[in-house]
T-cell receptor, first 114, second 108 residues
Framework: ETGVTQTPRHLVMGMTNKKSLKCEQH?????MYWYKQSAKKPLELMFV???????ENNSVPSRFSPECPNSSHLFLHLHTLQPEDSALYLC?????????????FGSGTRLTVV | GIQVEQSPPDLILQEGANSTLRCNFS?????LQWFHQNPWGQLINLFY???GTKQNGRLSATTVATERYSLLYISSSQTTDSGVYFC??????????FGKGNQVVVIP
C-alpha cells in the first residue's frame, strides 16, 4: 500500500457506458494527477490538480472528465469511450512544488473498452 | 518537451547477475526518480535522486545532472526484480516526464 488507493482495479465497459475511476490519497499532498499508460508507450500525463483546481489538461478528449472535490480525492469520469482508450490509468499525488519524496502512484485501473 | 531515453529496452538476466540500466535526458531537470512497475501495474518508487549516489539494499542509483544521465544498478538479481523500470525527470512546475522503460526479466 503506497498511500494512494485506486478503485476499481479492473474495469470492462462498453462504448456507450458511463463509469468513473476513483483515486484517494492519505499522504497530505496537495497535487494530484491522472496518467494513461498504453502498451509500449511512455506514461502520458492527462490532468493535473493543485489545491483542487485543475492546472493542466494535456489535450485530453472530452470523453474523459476529471473531478477533484478536495485535495484527497480525484475522479475520472468516462463516457462514450473508444477501444483505443483501453489502457492502465494511474493516479499520483505529490507535495505541491515537489518536496523531498516526489510523486507517489496508485496501483492503477486497468480499463478495457469493448 | 524533454526527451527521456532509457537503455537497454529489454534485458534478460540470470539470477544472481548484476546489471546497469541507463537513463539519458535532453535538458536540465530539477530532479529525477526511478520507479519499478510490478506485474500488477503498480509503480513503486525506488529512488528520488537529483544528483549523486544512493543505495538501497541491492539497488543503487547515480545521477550526473551536469552530463544529463542517471544509472540504476541491480546487483545479485533475483526473480522478484523482474518488471519494468522507469526513469522520470522533473521539470517546470513539478511536472514529470517518463522514459519508455527497461523491461527486465530475471530467470532462475
Amino acid at each position: 500500500e503506497t498511500g494512494v488507493t485506486q478503485t476499481p482495479r479492473h474495469l470492462v465497459m462498453g462504448m456507450t457506458n458511463k463509469k468513473s475511476l476513483k483515486c484517494e490519497q492519505h499522504l497530505g499532498h496537495n497535487a494530484m494527477y491522472w496518467y494513461k499508460q498504453s502498451a509500449k508507450k511512455p506514461l502520458e500525463l492527462m490532468f493535473v490538480y493543485n489545491f483542487k483546481e485543475q492546472t493542466e489538461n494535456n489535450s485530453v478528449p472530452s470523453r474523459f472528465s476529471p473531478e477533484c472535490p478536495n485535495s484527497s480525492h480525484l475522479f475520472l469520469h468516462l463516457h462514450t469511450l473508444q477501444p483505443e482508450d483501453s489502457a492502465l490509468y494511474l493516479c499520483a499525488s505529490s507535495p505541491s512544488g515537489g518536496g523531498d519524496y516526489g510523486y507517489t502512484f496508485g496501483s492503477g485501473t486497468r480499463l478495457t473498452v469493448v | 518537451g524533454i526527451q527521456v531515453e532509457q537503455s537497454p529496452p529489454d534485458l534478460i538476466l540470470q539470477e544472481g547477475a548484476n546489471s546497469t540500466l541507463r537513463c539519458n535526458f535532453s535538458d536540465s531537470v530539477n530532479n529525477l526518480q526511478w520507479f519499478h512497475q510490478n506485474p500488477w501495474g503498480q509503480l513503486i518508487n525506488l529512488f528520488y535522486i537529483p544528483s549523486g549516489t544512493k543505495q538501497n539494499g541491492r539497488l543503487s542509483a547515480t545521477t550526473v545532472a551536469t552530463e544529463r544521465y542517471s544509472l540504476l544498478y541491480i546487483s545479485s538479481s533475483q526473480t522478484t526484480d523482474s518488471g519494468v523500470y522507469f526513469c522520470a525527470v522533473y521539470y517546470g512546475n513539478n511536472r514529470l516526464a517518463f522514459g519508455k522503460g527497461n523491461q527486465v526479466v530475471v530467470i532462475p
